[in-house]
């Protein structure tokens, strides 16, 4: 009887990577596409308390005809559906600025480390990110920036 408990605790810290939420899908305001994004996020690793990630983006601004794509990996450390994130990240941003309200037109890449909270449960649902990032243009200043994130965290059904 014993012996059970015992296995029984030892088990349930451990997470059957068969049946984790790996995608997710959401909308960033602000963050690492400027004003808003539509992101792709998908888990590559779960590994107890640690797990890695890779997401990337699409925003377009009509004003400046603008496309900003971020592209990240994200390690996420928590047990249960609260993260810390730490990401390493880029932003491509094209330009075609015809009505020169950015007086620039042509390609820059951003570099855009971050750190925030994530709420993701392993089983899927609702998805939350909270972070604060640094945009380190090429040729400009440093921002600090933040990015709010909601959306859904899903699995991919196989037939």
């Known amino acids: ?21 790996r995608s997710t899908v959401y909308v960033e305001l602000l963050g690492s596409g400027a004003l808003y994004s539509l992101n792709y996020d998908r888990l590559f ?3 107890d308390a640690f797990g890695l990630s890779a997401r990337v983006g699409l925003s377009y601004m ?3 005809h603008s496309f900003y794509i971020p592209v ?7 047990k249960r559906n609260h993260h810390l994130e730490l990401s390493a990240g880029v932003t491509f941003i094209l330009i075609q600025d015809e009505n020169n309200i950015l007086k ?12 925030g909270y994530r709420f993701q449960k392993n089983d899927g649902g609702f998805f939350f990110r909270l ?7 090429v040729e400009e200043s440093v921002v600090i920036w933040g990015g709010l994130g909601l959306g ?3 699995k991919h059904h196989q037939a």
């Open 45 to 47: 690793l779960k590994k």
């Open 62 to 64: 009509t004003q400046v």
């Open 104 to 115: 620039t037109t042509g390609t820059e890449i951003a570099y855009v480390p971050a750190i």
């Open 72 to 78: 990240a990996i994200n390690g996420l450390w928590g």
């Open 1 to 21: 009887m014993l012996l059970t408990f015992v296995q029984l605790r030892a088990q349930e810290g451990t997470i059957d990577s068969t049946k984790i939420a």
């Open 131 to 137: 972070v604060v990032l640094k945009f380190f243009p």
């Open 152 to 154: 859904y965290t899903f």
